[in-house]
């Protein structure tokens, strides 16, 4: 006896090689390569999502099984707790339709789902329908199969679609299902995801979603496709030569299909009681018992029921009776301890596959742990309930990195319902996210109307009688030629208008001498500071340059200085520039209309012992500009996308209207975020964008910035998620109160997003830390959001600074020009495709200037300093 079970025995550690062979297996079918000649096929089944429990609506099934065929009206109510209603009827299935041509057969199912339909009396005439096909299948499409014909015989493929009409009604077949991935979506959503399907039945067969990036015979990258895996095969190769007992050799000498199907053999309904024979067989060979040597005359379940503790002695009697064998109590106690080790050991090799399946998943997926639930049915699982608990300690073992819950399945023809429903959710969620994202999507026609906009606006702001009507201020900076490198001494500057204020020590050296050198502090500017009172805002400035000179052991000099004041000003001299409005996070009140040089003077007389040499003002796109124009002579244009957006250049004096002086270039602030506050951009305004400007602080100012700048992209990314989850796209229709909080999805956030991996984790991190709880569609849709809005205000940057780089080239007559743009600005340099999206769009836009973009290193300190250089040479020249 012993001897006889010895063979069955499998290890842990045996279990564990399987495992890794059924892992090796699952990767080479999944691999472009190897797919087509792998034993372990991994065949995509184009189920996107399981089911998250907001489905609704109705949905037609249709089973077809070897006797019968069952049509289902499925109803979901898609509320909290989804209820599922069924309406079923059966229709008998004719031998001469089962075994006839394929037209016929489908006539048949026509036939019958149109009486099934009528005999409802809805007033409904559009359905969507699943189908259950009992053949092995091939899919491309979620609705599309080309069936091999299998033990049920005919081979009616490649119909998707076939309904249509029928009658008044109109059926669109969404999806053909097979009984594995029926199985997995069955399960009720509620308890937690449930991602893998698992038969046993008369053949076994298992299904999982993969990440689809790694199942290379389908396009997609993103997201995750259901794959069955077509494990019964599993050892075809001889990867199981080494686990296989004699019975298993004697049992698939003996099938239909030698050398076949050698795990499916080893494990499910039709096989079991086969190997049971063959041992019985052995056991039994000194008695004659006609009966046991014939194929079929143990069942399965025989053997389920023999395995049970309580009244399987009995039932190993009557078996044994059944075939001709007198049987002692010993014999029935072996009987039933053969029983149990063919059950075991089959529990193990599924364990071993499943551990597989989950080890898999946890691994593709950059998880430490998964959690999943495995939706279990067949009549191997029905009947024996030890074959789950086996089951299921084993996973534990062999994948001790998952927590597997094995779940009783709901039914096949409500797993077909699901499938359908799911496909039809993600169809509808599609539609809707496309018209959403569709409003912020800009064709190349539109990028040329907003530089051909932009251009119309500077030459309206250039002009001294039209400067009121334009958007764009075109604000005179007095800078008049960029840097030449012959600037030496020691500046302070201050780089206020963004996050930070700071203050800087610029030390301009000789090349030999290291350059350029600094040393800087960052100083707060509180909320209640930047909108409270100016004089306030101005002694807190002044209190922080104390506090850099005592620092920096420099109390009591005076050292010229260059202000860097990030806001429009209008100027009349380098020294002097007249708020014209606060923008970004400042609202501070008795600025607008005051020049700000003087109120900081003002804020320096009522300091005590303190004096301040302020030579220049300076807006940090001609700081950025006048860095980079230090290192490269080129360098005629600057540009900033940061806290906001702007961009200055070199113009020509004769087009300034506004100035006297025909002469020379001046550096132009153009102060092109307030693009559009005449309304000339309004066909570009999503609702989204509306939004945002509406809950700012400057509102309808400053439109063009709130498109493209740091202070706006994550608000507008959180606009659309807030929408999209209204619509039921996202996050199961439930946005979490953080979500709901404005600007609390950061800017940053976007590039973060867009930087992750395709595993998403980074994505998922964050929208956790947000209080959602997120599925892996969700983080998928979320990464499409945050590239659609970084995009879009990529693409228009760039179409703004086309229009800047044109404008220079006509200026100057040249067919061709080569110019540098000096950038600053925390999202153009950290965001990951931001700034190769500018320059994409430029050279689509200006192809006939050839355009370079230099990063400034510390435009704002470096720039001004370079400013306050060349102002103190002027003035000494003025003084000699
Ligand atoms: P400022 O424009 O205020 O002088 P920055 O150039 O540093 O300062 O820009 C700050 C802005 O950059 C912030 O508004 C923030 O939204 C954005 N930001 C910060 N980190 C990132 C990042 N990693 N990716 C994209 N944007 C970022
Ligand atoms: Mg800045």
Request: glycine letters at 10%.
């Amino acid at each position: 006896m012993q001897n006889s079970l010895q063979p069955l025995c499998l290890s842990l550690e045996t279990l564990h090689r399987v495992k890794g062979r059924m892992l090796e297996a699952m990767e080479r079918g999944l691999s472009r390569r190897t797919h087509s000649h792998a034993t372990v096929r991994m065949l995509p089944a184009f189920i996107r999502s399981t089911p998250d429990g907001t489905e609704r609506g109705e949905f037609l099934v249709l089973e077809l099984g070897d006797t019968h065929l069952r049509v289902l009206l499925m109803e979901l109510s898609g509320d909290t707790d989804q209820r599922v209603m069924l309406k079923e009827r059966r229709f008998p299935v004719p031998d001469a339709i089962a075994q006839g041509p394929g037209e016929k057969l489908f006539a048949f199912l026509a036939t019958c789902l149109w009486e099934f339909l009528d005999g409802l009396h809805m007033p409904q005439t559009d359905f969507e329908l699943g189908f259950s096909f009992p053949f092995s299948c091939r899919q491309t499409r979620l609705d599309q199969v080309s069936a091999s014909p299998g033990p049920a015989g005919g081979g009616a493929g490649g119909r998707g679609g076939w309904l249509g009409s029928l009658g008044r009604y109109h059926i669109k077949v969404v999806a053909v299902v097979n009984d594995t991935t029926g199985t997995m979506m069955s399960c009720d959503a509620n308890a937690g995801p449930c991602e893998v399907g698992l038969v046993v039945d008369a053949g076994t067969n298992s299904c999982f979603m993969a990440e689809a990036r790694h199942v290379e015979v389908v396009e997609e990258s993103e997201g995750r496709m259901c794959v069955v895996t077509e494990w019964g095969s599993f050892g075809d190769d001889g990867a199981l030569n080494d686990v296989l007992s004699p019975y298993d050799h004697q049992l698939d000498q003996a099938s239909l299909n030698p050398g076949r199907h050698r795990f499916e053999k080893m494990i499910s309904g039709l096989y079991l009681g086969e190997i049971v024979r063959h041992i019985l067989t052995e056991l039994f060979s000194r008695r004659t018992a006609p009966a046991l040597l014939t194929k079929g005359s143990v069942q399965i379940q025989d053997i389920l029921e023999i395995t049970d503790e309580q009244f399987g002695l009995a039932t190993a009697r009557r078996v044994l009776r059944a075939l001709g064998l007198e049987a002692s109590d010993q014999d029935c106690f072996n009987m039933q301890q053969v029983c149990k080790a063919v059950c075991i050991r089959a529990a193990g090799l599924c364990a071993a596959g499943l551990a597989a399946i989950v080890s898999h998943m946890c691994r593709s997926r950059e998880l430490s742990r998964l959690k999943t639930s495995v939706a279990v049915d067949g009549v191997v699982f029905r009947a024996h309930a030890k074959f789950s608990q086996t089951l299921q300690q084993l996973v534990k073992q062999l994948a001790p990195e998952c927590d597997v819950t094995l779940v009783q399945a709901e039914g096949s023809s409500k797993g077909i319902g699901m499938v359908t429903a799911v496909a039809s959710r993600l169809a509808a969620q599609r539609l809707q996210v496309n018209q959403t994202l569709g409003l912020l999507q800009l064709l190349p026609a539109s990028l040329g109307t907003v530089q051909a906009l932009l251009r119309q606006e500077m030459e309206l702001g250039l002009k001294k009688e039209t400067n009121a009507r334009s958007s764009v201020r075109m604000l005179p900076t007095y800078i008049c030629a960029t840097p030449d490198g012959s600037e030496r001494g020691d500046f302070l500057a201050l780089d206020l208008g963004g996050t930070n204020f700071r203050v800087l020590l610029v030390k301009v050296g000789s090349w030999e001498r290291g350059g350029v050198q600094i040393v800087s502090e960052v100083y707060s500017i509180p909320p209640h500071v930047a909108q409270g009172p100016g004089s306030q805002l101005f002694d807190h400035i002044v209190e922080c340059i104390a506090d850099f000179q005592t620092k920096q052991g420099m109390m009591g000099q005076t050292l010229p200085l260059g202000f860097t004041f990030s806001f429009p000003c209008q100027q009349t001299s380098l020294d002097q520039g007249i708020l014209l409005s606060w923008t970004k996070g400042f609202n501070a009140s008795g600025c607008v209309g005051q020049d700000v040089v003087k109120l900081l003077r003002e804020a320096v007389k009522r300091k005590n012992h303190f004096a301040l040499d302020v030579v220049a003002i300076v807006n940090d796109t001609v700081g950025t500009m006048m860095s980079c124009g230090y290192d490269d002579p080129s360098c005629e244009v600057g540009l900033i996308v940061g806290t906001g957006t702007n961009a200055c250049y070199m113009e020509e004096l004769r087009n300034v209207g506004t100035l006297a002086g025909e002469e020379g270039r001046m550096c132009i602030n153009m102060e092109w975020g307030a693009f559009g506050d005449n309304g000339c951009l309004d066909a570009f305004f999503t609702p989204f964008d509306r939004q945002v400007d509406e809950a700012s602080l400057n509102p309808g100012r400053q439109r063009f910035e709130k498109l493209i700048s740091g202070m706006y992209l994550g608000e507008i990314v959180r606009r659309i998620l807030l929408e999209l989850t209204d619509k039921g796209c996202l996050f199961r229709g439930h946005p979490s109160p953080k979500l709901q909080t404005p600007d609390i999805f950061q800017t940053k956030f976007l590039s973060s997003i867009e930087s992750d991996g395709l595993a998403l984790r980074q994505v998922c991190a964050i929208l956790e830390e947000l209080g959602l709880h997120v599925s892996c569609e969700d983080s998928v849709l979320v990464r499409e959001v945050c590239q659609v809005v970084a995009r879009r205000a990529a693409q228009l940057c760039g179409a703004a600074v086309a229009a800047v780089v044109e404008k220079i080239r006509e200026n100057r007559g040249l067919e061709q020009l080569a110019v540098t743009v000096g950038v600053d600005g925390t999202l153009y340099k950290l965001h990951p495709h931001f700034a190769q999206q500018v320059q994409e769009t430029v050279r689509q836009l200006a192809p006939c200037c050839s355009v370079t973009f230099l990063q400034s290193e510390d435009g704002s300190g470096k720039g001004a300093a370079l400013i306050a250089a060349v102002a103190c040479r002027v003035a000494r020249h003025q003084r000699a």
